[in-house]
């Protein structure tokens, strides 16, 4: 009696459905990030346009210095989007490979099988079933083995369209991954493009870096400015702590509201931590200490609300204890700058960031990488400060040892 050719099961075609569509992202996912793509790219292009025209007014600006900042800033995190763009793409192209793979051996198997099947039917023809049916000792054994004869039949036309489907399921899987790899190369191109954008700027600025420092009216203008950047951020944290205060008196009223106890603030104060805290970077000397500051060259006394790190651009910036991203922005000065709450009514300002990871609103355990440090006006630092409340801290009382 013929073998029935073993059919490919319905669950193992379903799973390779399932991993082969999962590795696409939902429409609306990636339109999301196209756009957010563009919108970067078009903050860009006004940078652009507003750097050509100071550029034209006059050689080297705080102001010009400024908007080289902020283009950076957007270009590293356009690169990073494309870096993230790049990976997931890299593990959809892998998926698709392997789903490929996974089709062409399922199809060489229906094939082959078909094809021993229909070599056995060239060979003997039909005269095997009608010896089936003539050998039979009963009527009811005729019935039994028609049945199965038809059946058998009637599988031989699944077992081709079998055939058909899964050799149009691998078309379209190579079609996929033709695109795919498009997409690549086209991401990889533009990648390169923008690092070759970034270093360029970074030439630039360090060219206006270089002008500025030589001249005296730009020190001066800069401690104008960091007066007024500290002055705002002194009122930013004063909005925290309202914002604070609101928060947990409605959280007060809802539990007395509910009958349950007053949520407590995960993680405990910084109070027992004074002169345990980790460092936010890993190395690095003090250079500008907490406390009145005089200036080298023009001689004036100005007052440091924190403390400054000299540290090599790009180094990681971690966070001195688990908290939460309560503000991320730009100030003239600090250049970028991250806030975090910690409990007990503390705050920790990170500044002079050339690169920021995480959101606002993101919860960060002690020693998470929250940026990566630039370079102020006088050379590669971060800037940071501790504050209780409204009363600033001396960081230096705080930190452990380096």
């Not at 503390?346 to 929250?370: D, M, P």
């Amino acid at each position: 009696m013929s073998r029935v050719p073993p059919r490919l099961p319905c669950l193992v075609i379903g799973l390779l459905i399932v991993v082969l569509s999962s590795s696409a992202l939902p429409q609306d996912e990636i339109r999301k990030r196209q756009n957010e793509l563009e919108a970067i790219r078009d903050q860009i292009r006004d940078l652009e346009g507003k750097i050509g025209a100071q550029q034209k007014t006059e050689r080297a600006t705080l102001d010009l210095l400024d908007s080289y900042e902020k283009k950076a800033t957007l270009l590293r995190r356009l690169i990073t989007r494309l870096k993230s763009d790049e990976g997931t793409l890299t593990r959809r192209i892998e998926n698709t490979r392997s789903g490929m793979e996974k089709l062409e051996a399922q199809l060489s198997f229906l094939k082959n099988h078909y094809a021993s099947y229909i070599v056995s039917i060239y060979k003997r023809g039909r005269t095997r079933d009608i010896e089936l049916l003539i050998s039979a000792h009963s009527i009811n054994q005729v019935y039994i083995r028609n049945q199965y004869l038809r059946r058998f039949t009637n599988q031989r036309r699944r077992d081709a369209q079998g055939i058909a489907a899964k050799r149009k399921q691998v078309e379209d899987t190579q079609a996929q991954l033709h695109i795919q790899l498009s997409e690549e190369q086209r991401l990889l191109a533009e990648k390169g493009a923008e690092d070759e954008r970034l270093a360029s700027l970074a030439a630039d600025r360090r060219d206006a870096l270089l002008t500025i420092r030589k001249d005296k009216k730009f020190a001066q203008r800069e401690i104008e400015r960091q007066m007024r950047a500290a002055k705002e951020l002194e009122g930013m944290i004063a909005e925290l702590i309202e914002a604070d205060r609101i928060k947990k008196e409605h959280e007060a009223q809802e539990a007395r509201r509910a009958r349950v106890p007053v949520p407590v603030p995960a993680g405990g104060s910084l109070d027992s931590r004074k002169g345990k805290l980790r460092w936010p970077v890993t190395e690095g000397n003090i250079v500008a200490h907490f406390g009145n500051q005089t200036h080298p060259t023009l001689r004036t006394i100005t007052q440091n609300t924190g403390i400054d790190i000299a540290a090599r651009v790009g180094s990681p910036v971690s966070t001195v204890a688990d908290g939460q991203i309560s503000k991320i922005l730009w100030l003239p000065s600090y250049g970028n700058l991250v806030i975090i709450s910690h409990s007990g009514g503390y705050y920790t300002v990170y500044t002079h960031l050339a690169e920021i990871s995480g959101a606002e609103g993101a919860k960060v355990k002690e020693g998470e990488v929250i940026g990566y440090t630039g370079e102020a006006l006088n050379g590669p630092r971060l800037h940071f400060e501790i504050w209780k409340g409204k009363e600033k801290q001396n960081p230096e009382q705080w930190l452990g040892r380096q």
